[in-house]
T-cell receptor
Framework: AQKVTQAQTEISVVEKEDVTLDCVYE???????LFWYKQPPSGELVFLIR??????QNEISGRYSWNFQKSTSSFNFTITASQVVDSAVYFC??????????FGTGTRLQVFP | DSGVTQTPKHLITATGQRVTLRCSPR?????VYWYQQSLDQGLQFLIQ???????AKGNILERFSAQQFPDLHSELNLSSLELGDSALYFC?????????????FGPGTRLLVL
């Protein structure tokens, strides 16, 4: 079975703090893809990153960075120097060799000024 | 803006009714996916179409059906609506049907069944 666990239901930080959102996944597939999406209060789902299982290089995009570790089946997301505009629900998702994109339950991030 | 459009943005209807949600994929995308987001079920995959053909089915109820037209837009039909069908319905699209493809989501249609 495929599963994505986002154990942190809600995180609150003050602006400029760094914050890490955890994502742990389960799959028996050797080839799979992992994704992060952001859902701001307006409701749309915004694609942030895609990573395949053969590429364990960490990625940085501005204040965002992702740490993929196959050994622990984790694909964590860090926001550096958080801003109020980062307030959203963040979803981690997995697609293995199946028809479905499996989403975690999401982590609600609140950044206070 | 992902380039995926969905109409209407909001829909309020009564139990037992039927509604149609519409989705236009990004230009050039052949695959369309439908998802339901509710508080108790989270984000659930419903169905996928690729170039007019049904490609994959997820947790879609028999009361729900979808299709993709020759111009690649898609419609999700929900019938005999129940209170529990109240949810945010997303359409997503991708270039191809491969399972590694990035899916780009539309803004969603918020359905309220009273």
């Amino acid at each position: 079975a495929q599963k994505v666990t986002q154990a942190q239901t809600e995180i609150s930080v003050v602006e400029k703090e760094d914050v890490t959102l955890d994502c742990v996944y389960e799959t028996r597939d050797t080839t799979y893809y992992l994704f992060w999406y952001k859902q701001p209060p307006s409701g749309e789902l915004v694609f942030l990153i895609r990573r395949n299982s053969f590429d364990e290089q960490n990625e940085i995009s501005g204040r965002y960075s992702w740490n993929f570790q196959k050994s622990t089946s984790s694909f964590n997301f860090t926001i550096t120097a958080s801003q109020v505009v980062d307030s959203a629900v963040y979803f981690c998702a997995l697609r293995g060799n199946t028809d479905k994109l499996i989403f975690g339950t999401g982590t609600r991030l609140q950044v206070f000024p | 803006d992902s380039g995926v459009t969905q109409t209407p943005k909001h829909l309020i209807t009564a139990t037992g009714q039927r509604v149609t949600l519409r989705c236009s994929p990004r230009s050039g995308d052949l695959s369309v996916y439908w998802y339901q987001q509710s508080l108790d079920q989270g984000l659930q995959f419903l169905i996928q179409y690729y170039n007019g053909e049904e490609r994959a089915k997820g947790n879609i109820l028999e009361r729900f059906s979808a299709q993709q037209f020759p111009d690649l837009h898609s419609e999700l039909n929900l019938s005999s609506l129940e209170l529990g069908d109240s949810a945010l319905y997303f359409c997503a699209s991708s270039v191809d049907s491969g399972w590694g493809e990035t899916q780009y989501f539309g803004p969603g249609t918020r359905l309220l069944v009273l």
